[in-house]
């Protein structure tokens, strides 16, 4: 994906508040991007299919740099939803909850699998000099089963439960609503350009607020609130309608005998 940067807004938005410093312009677009992200969830990823990891229940989200995850709209692993739940909820459904290997050290992890044997007669028979089968303990996988919730614990990472056994592979595929950091200098193109209305409503409604300025214009700023009030409506229902249109169907009512 290409990003663009929030500087190349700068011009636009400054015609309204001249004198205004570029670097607070620069930071009231992001955060006004933020928010726009936040309300109406338009910027939507489908993150790359992955495999979870036998005893392993707990992730770090899979996203571009320089964003955030505000929604987890679903996940499914083998093309069955999870049911997501909320802290309280995966507690009460899970009050065991789930540990790194069922509880075991790494060095269990390793301690079946026999150790791959250099220069011996077998070093140049397969590429890159095969190695041994990895072979899982079962103690990693005691508490394990196949996986039936998700749950956030952070902002960046979310926890499956139960922990996901060894029987078989769960293929992971994740629907996800983002957002720029609070670091972020750009946010992706395509995004950026279908929301920049918004956005520019959005930055304005607070730069011409700031208290002692020469562009503090607080008639033009209830403009510009009100403006991106309906923007962020309209762009969520876009967003959520997406380019399809239903068709429209008639049905004749049976008259009452």
């Known amino acids: ?6 500087t190349t807004l700068v011009p636009r938005v400054n015609a309204s508040v001249p004198g205004c410093p570029q670097p607070t312009i620069f930071n009231y677009i992001r ?3 933020i928010r726009t992200c936040e309300r109406t969830l338009a910027w939507r990823y489908l993150v790359p299919k992955y495999n979870l990891l ?4 707990e992730y770090l989200y899979n996203k571009p740099d320089n964003t955030d995850v505000h929604v987890m709209f679903e996940m499914l692993v083998n093309d069955l939803p999870l049911d997501r739940l909320v802290l309280e ?5 899970f009050p065991q909850w789930a540990d790194l290997y069922s509880g075991q050290p790494a060095s269990v992890l390793w301690s079946e699998t026999p150790p791959g044997t250099y220069n011996s007669f077998d070093y140049n028979e397969e590429l890159f000099n095969g190695g041994s089968q ?13 996986p039936q919730a998700v749950c956030q614990l952070s902002p960046d990472k979310y926890i499956v ?23 972020a200098t750009a946010m992706d193109e395509v995004i950026f350009d279908d929301l920049e209305e918004t956005i520019m409503h959005g930055a ?7 208290p002692n300025t020469n562009w503090s214009d607080r008639e033009l700023a209830s403009y510009h609130a009100r403006q991106y009030t309906y923007n962020i409506a309209e762009r969520r ?6 380019n399809m249109r239903g068709m429209m169907r008639v049905r004749m009512q049976p008259f009452g005998v």
Do not use: C, W
């Open 1 to 6: 994906m290409a990003d663009r940067d929030f």
């Open 31 to 33: 955060d006004a991007a």
């Open 54 to 57: 036998p005893g392993v229940h």
């Open 89 to 93: 909820e995966a507690i009460r459904r």
């Open 134 to 146: 990895f072979v899982l303990p079962e103690s990693v996988v005691a508490d394990a089963s196949t």
């Open 161 to 183: 439960l139960p922990l996901p056994d060894g029987d078989r592979t769960y293929e992971v595929r994740m629907f996800l609503a983002l957002k720029p950091k609070k670091t």
């Open 204 to 210: 304005l409604q607070h730069l011409l607020v700031l």
């Open 237 to 242: 229902a876009r967003a959520n309608l997406g």
